[in-house]
């Protein structure tokens, strides 16, 4: 059991300077592109550097407090009321980030997420979050700050989940047994899906999910390289991705998101980079290379894309949020015409 928790952990945490090769065959996507469009880093300190006054910076240098800062954020999503949410591992919660300002989870419960991995929005304001040392997934009510088991089910080092709202059902990586969990929404286990192998509804380490529209599964299939696609009843629909250092391939993919377009956009942590694929699995464009500046990442891990198209990417090691925009208006083009 201690070399398996190790062997998840380095899944997660593992990075490298290897970039792209073959970066000719498709040209990195920047603010000048007009597929994506850069909008802003959060906190905005990480690229300005710069102090700016105010009543709260004020506060601070008073009381000696430092602000709350993001440390190793893995997991981000925007909730109704458009407040953006943050899980951040060494934080060991959620931190909120409101008015320019990250504000730490407060909750009523002694209990000590040591290693979450994945979050994703629950009804009534709640949200469901993994911890693969707990080996559940915990369930936090923002409205009276109440943490609590979301099943009895005991999962085998669960990361990636989502919920598919319009048929109540959740979703769970069980990455240490190499299958997926699907719960109801009250916390009943329904059926598991997969087994250990190479075939199709088999995984190695799966990893993050996300849900389409139709309810249709994504599942990031992490150390076979490739993304595995599921209907609603639990029938195996596609494939694709390949083990491999060019652009379309996969060395360490990490989190998953699907734009209104049903593009799919997948973090690689080993690239540095986000690739974009249709729902064939051909690789439309890529953004992002190695580095600390805007537009480049270390270790993406977390993509989050709202039903405008504003894309979050959490950036591991950097410490931050990196948001995109996609252009609506030139996809239509190539799309419709």
Known sequence: MVVLKYIVAV????????????????????ESSGFIEYVEVIPECQVTKEFKFS????????????????YRP?????????????????YQGIIRYAEGEFKPWKVKSKIALTSLVDMCQYPDEAVLMTDSYHNQVFL???KD??????????LNKPTGIVCDVDRELVYVSETGAHRIAVFDFEGNL??????????????????????????????????NFRIQQISPGGVFISSFGENGDATGSFA?????????YGHI???????????????NGDLLYYFGNKGTDIGEFMMPMGVYITDMNRIYVTDYLNARIQVYQLNNELIKSLVFN
């Open 252 to 260: 360490r993919p990490k989190g998953i998101a699907l734009d209104s």
């Open 190 to 223: 329904i059926k598991r899906i997969g087994c250990r192998g190479l075939g199709d509804l088999q995984f190695n380490y799966p990893t993050f999910l996300d849900v389409d529209k139709d309810g249709v599964l994504y599942v990031v299939d992490s150390m």
């Open 145 to 154: 700050r109440l943490l609590k088991v979301f099943s009895d089910t005991i």
């Open 11 to 30: 899944m997660f945490l593992v990075g490298s300077c290897q970039l792209f090769l073959g970066q000719e065959q498709v040209e990195i996507i920047d």
């Open 55 to 70: 009543f709260k910076s004020l506060l601070h240098l008073l009381t000696g407090k430092e602000p709350q800062r993001l």
């Open 140 to 142: 936090y009510n923002e």
């Open 74 to 90: 893995v997991s981000v999503f925007l909730d109704k009321n458009q407040q953006l949410k943050v899980l951040d591992q060494s």
């Open 265 to 279: 956009y997948v973090a690689d942590a080993l690239f540095n980079a986000v690739q974009v694929f249709d729902k």
